[in-house]
């Protein structure tokens, strides 16, 4: 929480001066696929040691992202800016029959402030670009293992967090409608760094997941990114709203 108030703050703390120039505020809702490796091979781990038949009904599918930015044009066809998205998948594993019940719920997420750099190339009314964006991921997972028999149950809940580095080159396509473009965009996220899921519930030594090879488990959320772009143009709206100002004697 505290690090998107601080992205937050400084997204709305951007100089005003910025509005005598070309300001853009980008909405980007897409979906993405996630690799986690080493998250299903947990599941693995965690399928072959059950007393009893388990399945898992859903391992880290591609899933929903957002992105919010905001973007300053340097000259006409180059921009630079601010970035920050929200990206989750997770995975269940479970059984029910009449004597009891069992799930493993495994749910991760990740916060994510970048900057980005992106090349604009006309092409008639179309606009192609090409961005490159990098920053880090500041992911928790939550672990949630649940088990009834009969009238009796038991459910152990763990926390995990990391920090990975990602860069994410991306090609758009819009096209301008009044003071908004509207866009596709196509791109891949690779995970350069990847730190160790550490339990952010322990108060004395970090614990880890460890995997049967032996090495601690990693979050990776490398993988395809499909979205649609949103972009406003604050610098028109604004001076739209002052020549208006100007015109209006009774303001």
Partial sequence: MRNLLIIIFVLLSFPT???????????????????????????????????FDAKATSNFPAYWYNKLSLEYSLKKLLTIGLTFSYQSTGSRISRVDYSGEYSFDNRIMALSPGLRAEIYFRLCAFMVSIRNEAGIEFTKLRLNEYIRINTESKNVKYSFKSQNWYYEPTLKVSYPVSFFRLGLVAGWLFDLKKEILTDSDSNTMNKNIILSSGNPATANWSGMRLGISLSVNLSQIFKSSSHKIKQDPDI
């Fill in 17 to 51: 001066g910025l509005f005598s120039q070309q300001l853009n505020l980008v909405l980007e809702p897409g979906i993405g696929s996630y690799g986690m490796k080493d998250l299903k091979e947990l599941n693995k781990m965690n399928l072959s040691s059950l007393p």
